[in-house]
């Protein structure tokens, strides 16, 4: 049998083992901080989640308003140029679209004289976390 001599204060008493009162209190200090820093990116994680949710939403609502905008005739007073009438807005679901319709200058060595508009569409919303989306297409008749 193995016996171990534990040291005695000038009592007589045998030493208490464990923890001292200050190595508690440093423990649950540098814990504190680690939590308080798991709770940071915790935050921080959840806004960045928010962000993408109001940025895919405003993506497919941007793709959406832009297959009914190309699937309409070419004449269709949405899609008209006339700056009386530019930009075309529309409300939805907390987001605002605008698009304006554009035409090319004649002089333009691409699509100059061509029969095309181009469809510049921008999808924005009040909430904090969204940002805008913007989408272009050229649409001939």
Do not use: C
């Not at 005695?8 to 464990?18: E, F, K």
């Not at 940025?55 to 009386?84: G, V």
């Amino acid at each position: 049998m193995i016996r171990y001599d534990i040291p005695t204060p000038a009592d007589g008493r045998p030493a208490a083992g464990g923890f001292t009162l200050i190595e508690v209190m440093i423990a649950m200090a540098i814990f504190s901080i680690g939590i308080l820093a798991v709770f940071s990116m915790q935050i921080r994680a959840i806004s960045q989640n928010s962000a993408a949710r109001w940025q895919t939403e405003a993506t497919a609502l941007a793709a959406q308003q832009m297959e009914l905008l190309m699937a309409l005739p070419f004449d269709n007073w949405l899609l008209s140029a006339d700056e009386n009438e530019n930009p075309h807005r529309q409300t939805t679901e907390g987001f605002s679209l605008v698009w304006i319709i554009g035409t090319p200058d004649p002089n333009d060595p691409v699509y100059g004289g061509l029969p095309v508009k181009r469809i510049n569409l921008t999808v924005t919303s009040d909430h904090p976390n969204a940002r805008p989306v913007q989408i272009s297409f050229m649409r001939s008749q």
